[in-house]
């Protein structure tokens, strides 16, 4: 339980450390592209989710509508904003890659390496593949969610399981950004999120508190980067015996 309070308060000292001098100016792309796609996924739930609700409850459970209703809102919210999250770090990886590679210089001290238009495009294709990888992973168990999710009955549970997933998900996404820049792939990424699972839950609970919150959903993504880059050194140092 420890673990996963140390989690969430990595993730949320995110906050912080963003403000920090020489990290601000790293911040602003993820920002910009944060508000453009949030906002455009709560037009998306403005517009639709009543319709899709209608067609999701059977006609024979009004009668507990007042109860499956909420759950349904909130699987349909998890889809859009699940969705629309990993499109904004798809589009900006690499500047995620670059934040978090200056915010991990920032805890240890160390020079963060000069990146020049050759580097910036090899950044580009490997933080590219990696979010690819993330996405084909993510397919695997978005498909089986949203066939739950459209079953009646079923799909009670669905918005638990989305949660669930989601908060999983969030902490593979986010802690890949600085182990990437140590050198790790994905598959190393999901070893070091089962090894440090409660406390990588904890990251990725805060995620999804951020990710659910109009307005605090635009800061979730570079508050999510300083937090997991954060995370993923203090247990590294913690490997290697740093005080």
């Known amino acids: 339980m420890l673990s996963y309070i140390k989690g969430l308060s990595d993730c949320f000292s995110g906050f912080g450390l963003l403000f920090r001098s020489g990290?601000?100016?790293?911040?602003?792309?993820?920002?910009?592209?944060?508000?453009?796609?949030?906002?455009?996924?709560?037009?998306?739930?403005?517009?639709?989710?009543?319709?899709?609700?209608?067609?999701?409850?059977?006609?024979?459970?009004?009668?507990?509508?007042?109860?499956?209703?909420?759950?349904?809102?909130?699987?349909?919210?998890?889809?859009?904003?699940?969705?629309?999250?990993?499109?904004?770090?798809?589009?900006?990886?690499?500047?995620?890659?670059?934040?978090?590679?200056?915010?991990?210089?920032?805890?240890?001290?160390?020079?963060?390496?000069?990146?020049n238009a050759d580097g910036f495009m090899k950044l580009m294709l490997r933080t590219s593949k990696s979010e690819i990888q993330k996405i084909l992973y993510a397919?695997?168990?978005?498909?089986?969610?949203?066939?739950?999710?459209?079953?009646?009955?079923?799909?009670?549970?669905?918005?638990?399981?989305w949660i669930l997933f989601a908060v999983w998900f969030f902490a593979l996404e986010y802690n890949d950004y600085p182990l990437a820049n140590r050198g790790h792939f994905f598959e190393e990424v999901k070893t070091f999120n089962r090894k440090n699972r409660m406390r990588s839950l904890g990251l990725g609970t805060a995620v999804f508190i951020m990710t659910s919150i109009p307005v605090i959903n635009f800061f979730a993504m570079p508050v999510a980067i300083a937090g997991a880059t954060k995370l993923t050194t203090r247990i590294d140092e913690k490997d290697k015996g740093v005080q």
Not at 25 to 51: C, E, H, K, M, Y
Not at 79 to 94: R, S
Not at 154 to 160: E, G, I, K, Q, T
């Open 23 to 115: 990290i601000k100016r790293f911040v602003l792309i993820p920002f910009i592209i944060n508000i453009g796609l949030f906002s455009l996924a709560t037009v998306l739930l403005n517009d639709q989710l009543d319709s899709w609700l209608e067609k999701l409850l059977p006609g024979w459970l009004n009668w507990l509508e007042w109860l499956i209703l909420p759950l349904f809102w909130v699987a349909m919210l998890l889809i859009v904003y699940y969705t629309f999250t990993v499109i904004a770090n798809l589009i900006a990886a690499p500047f995620n890659s670059l934040l978090s590679s200056r915010i991990e210089a920032m805890l240890t001290g160390k020079k963060p390496e000069d990146i």
């Open 139 to 161: 397919i695997k168990w978005f498909i089986p969610l949203l066939i739950i999710t459209v079953i009646p009955v079923v799909n009670v549970a669905a918005p638990f399981l």
